[in-house]
């Protein structure tokens, strides 16, 4: 079975700041996508970035960026001069074959100003 | 225009009851999918629909039974609640069954059962 772990439950960055937050996933298969969604206090799960496994350049969204590590099976987020509208709940995301998205346990993130 | 919508936001109840969530998706995709967040926050899939059947049926008590009338509409009733059915039940929709397709969420319906 596919699994995402996120070993951080915690992380906490100032205002401007870089913060990565770390994924390792656990995978069978040869193709597949990877996702970064953000819940804010709202509650709203809201895409951050997407990856393809079968692309080797790492994808970016304007602050955000991936660092995708296929063989180690790693898919870190960096969040560039952070600020405090990302403090969020950030989850990691693996979908496998018929859209069946598997998630991480989560990453709480505190931007401080 | 509120593109995944589901009602109600809020839903407080006894155990033993029944009751459903509504979700609505204006966006004409084919998929639609019911989602569990559990007090830790853990997010697990429970159903799956592409154009108003099936796919997905995660091990998921026979008390929750997905309901699908139209491609639009993909509705979770619930018979018999318990204490640990409370959560938030997010609906999401994608134009179709594949990664390549952004998921999008509804608001979440928080659930709790006294």
């Known amino acids: 079975a596919q699994t995402v772990t996120q070993s951080q439950p915690e992380m906490s960055v100032q205002e401007a700041e870089t913060v990565t937050l770390s994924c390792t996933y656990d995978?069978?298969?040869?193709?597949?996508?990877l996702f970064w969604y953000k819940q804010p206090p709202s509650r709203q799960m809201i895409l951050v970035i997407r990856?393809?496994?079968?692309?080797?350049q790492n994808a970016t969204e304007n602050r955000f960026s991936v660092n995708f590590q296929k063989a180690a099976k790693s898919f870190s987020l960096k969040i560039s001069d952070s600020q405090l509208g990302d403090t969020a709940m950030y989850f990691c995301a693996y979908e496998t074959s018929g859209s069946r998205l598997t998630f991480g346990e989560g990453t709480q993130l505190t931007v401080n100003p | 225009d509120t593109a995944v919508s589901q009602t109600p936001k809020y839903l407080v109840t006894q155990m033993g009851n029944d009751k459903s969530i509504k979700c609505e998706q204006n966006?004409?995709?084919?998929?639609m999918y019911w989602y569990k967040q559990d007090s830790k926050k853990f997010l697990k899939i429970m159903f799956s629909y592409n154009n108003k059947e099936l796919i997905i049926n995660e091990t998921v008590p026979n008390r929750f039974s997905p309901k699908s009338p139209d491609k639009a509409h993909l509705n979770l009733h619930i018979n018999s609640l318990e204490l640990g059915d409370s959560a938030v039940y997010f609906c999401?929709?994608?134009?179709?069954?594949?990664?390549?397709?952004?998921?999008?969420f509804g608001p979440g319906t928080r659930l709790t059962v006294t």
């Open positions: 966006l004409g995709h084919d998929t």
């Open positions: 990856q393809e496994a079968y692309k080797q």
């Open positions: 995978t069978s298969e040869s193709n597949y996508y």
């Open positions: 999401a929709s994608s134009r179709r069954t594949s990664g390549a397709y952004e998921q999008y």
